[in-house]
């Protein structure tokens, strides 16, 4: 054997080294891909039953109406509570080791929610009115420039970490830990869905925002503004006893449920949800463009040093 033949043999070795070794990682990039989506998919279905488990179980919701709004899933939030926050927690995990966020991206996200938990604090000293309250405009638009996955632990942890530093822990924490995670979730996909109305325009890589986007953002905080309030009523509504053309009775059927729960909703909670749709608008007005250019300049610098590490 020449030394030629040798050096192309050690040459298509490593070759084939190379290429097996980019199966495995690409293999393992999907084996963490399908994981990390089947967290985000369970902790989906895990919140849309807690929130209907009363109506799901009807006749145990039906005997305890009577104990009072107050006593609402008092045994059912420590654990849903936990649970959430476990699978938070694995799905920080499992992004660490993907390709999907990296070690800093996670740390912007502690960053962000430590902003928002500070401006929790001063809402809670200095209220605004109605339902007003700025930690939306973050949960937003964090979900909106890094994606639905952001987005969602962006949402979840911010309520939970805000509520540790505000004393708002209480049988509602799980469930407003859950709503606005679906708030930031929705948000990228309202990003997907702008890039695919866009076509070949892609509104991922560029660095500046339409007044269209703009527009567009503005509208989805004012509806997710009544959004939140209307899901969130759905956690005690069950258990609220007062007048019989708005409470929630056993064996009604959907639509005289939802008729009862839209005259509820209007007589109990649609100007306090007005307000906070109000603040919504207003801060994506003010503050939407600049805060997309900074966060999309951290986008931009922490997806290209992964890059480049790959």
Known sequence: ??????????????????????????????????????????????????????????????????A?????????????LALIIALCLAALAIETQGQVMSAKLIALLGVLIAINSVLRLADTAFPGPGGFTPIFLLIILSGYVFGARFGFLMGALSLLV???VTAGIGPWLPYQMFTAGWTGMSAGWLRNAQSWI???????AQDTYSRR????????????????????????????????????????????????????????????????????VILLALFGIPTLKALQRFKRRFLFETERRM
Not at 68 to 80: H, L
Request: proline share 3%; glycine share 14%.
């Open 1 to 66: 054997m020449t030394a030629h033949d040798f050096a192309s043999g050690a040459l298509r070795s490593r070759r084939t080294a190379g290429l097996g070794a980019g199966k495995l990682a690409l293999s393992g990039n999907t084996a963490q891909g399908l994981l990390s989506a089947g967290i985000y998919t369970l902790t989906a279905l895990i919140g849309v039953f807690i929130f209907l488990y009363p109506f799901l179980s009807g006749a145990v919701a039906q005997q305890q109406v009577d």
């Open 213 to 280: 986007e703009l527009a567009g953002l503005i509208g989805f905080g004012a509806l997710w503004g009544f959004l939140y309030g209307a899901i969130m009523n759905l956690w005690f509504w069950p258990f609220q006893a007062g007048s019989p053309e708005q409470s929630w009775q056993a064996g009604l059927s959907a639509g005289d449920t939802v008729q009862r729960y839209l005259v509820f909703y209007g007589a109990t909670s649609l100007l306090w949800d007005l307000f906070r749709a109000a603040g919504n």
């Open 198 to 204: 866009a076509g070949s325009r892609s509104l991922r």
């Open 68 to 80: 009072g709004a107050q006593n609402a899933g008092s045994i059912s939030s420590p654990f849903a």
């Open 162 to 164: 805000s509520a540790l």
